[in-house]
């Protein structure tokens, strides 16, 4: 069945380092692949989105580009602030239900 | 807000009592999900309707597990003979405008059930 990969946090930062949360994934067919953020305390929130290969999904200075040759979707921001701390998940739909496989997500600690 | 909502949002109970959960979806949106989080991992899916159909239903949602949705609008999730491996978030989305399609889904605050 379908499935996500994520690396491993927690993932601790500087303010103003580069980010690179890692994010692979196995499906038959062509998936629609996401980053959901879940800030403390609050729920699931949708961050970026991209729905075909080589598309490049981009919000709040994140961006992941679906790559179907690697079969990844790794992502990234320049610059990171304190409040970009939070869990971020990886998932991809690839039925016609649109249900979605989320990976175990990753933690981010972003320090002043 | 026009946002998902869900009901309530914590409940204690013991072990062997029943519960019963609501989302309220977005109101534009005919699909709906229900996904369980525990402690550390991403959502796993449980359950899922459009309109008021349930189309799918995960080997996670054993028969203690039953959930609603009636007239296409609100849902529910009961659980009978609750155990302590029922412990978890309990998220409802909801996707799809109706007649159009997008998997875009929006996230509700979830229900944090602890059985005791």
């Known amino acids: 069945g379908d499935s996500v990969t994520q690396m491993e946090g927690p993932v601790t930062l500087s303010e103003e380092a580069f980010l690179t949360i890692n994010c692979t994934y196995t499906a038959t067919g062509y998936p629609s692949l996401f980053w959901y953020v879940q800030y403390p305390g609050e729920g699931l929130q949708l961050l970026l989105k991209?729905?075909?290969?080589?598309d490049k999904g981009s919000n709040k200075g994140f961006e992941a580009t679906y790559r179907k040759e690697t079969t990844s979707f790794h992502l990234e921001k320049g610059s990171v602030q304190v409040s970009d701390s939070a869990v971020y998940f990886c998932a991809l739909t690839g039925d016609s239900w649109g249900k979605f496989q989320f990976g175990a997500g990753t933690q981010v600690v972003v320090t002043p | 807000d026009t946002g998902v909502s869900q009901d309530p949002r914590h409940k204690i109970t013991k072990r062997g009592q029943n519960v019963t959960f609501r989302c309220d979806p977005i109101s534009e949106h005919n699909r709906l999900y229900w996904y369980r989080q525990t402690l550390g991992q991403g959502p796993e899916f449980l359950t899922y309707f459009q309109n008021e159909a349930q189309l799918e239903k995960s080997r996670l949602l054993s028969d203690r597990f039953s959930a609603e949705r009636p007239k296409g609008s609100f849902s529910t999730l009961e659980i009978q003979r609750t155990e302590q491996g029922d412990s978890a978030m309990y998220l409802c989305a909801s996707s799809g405008l109706k007649g159009g399609n997008s998997y875009e889904q929006y996230f509700g605050p979830g229900t944090r059930l602890t059985v005791t």
């Open positions: 991209a729905t075909k290969a080589d």
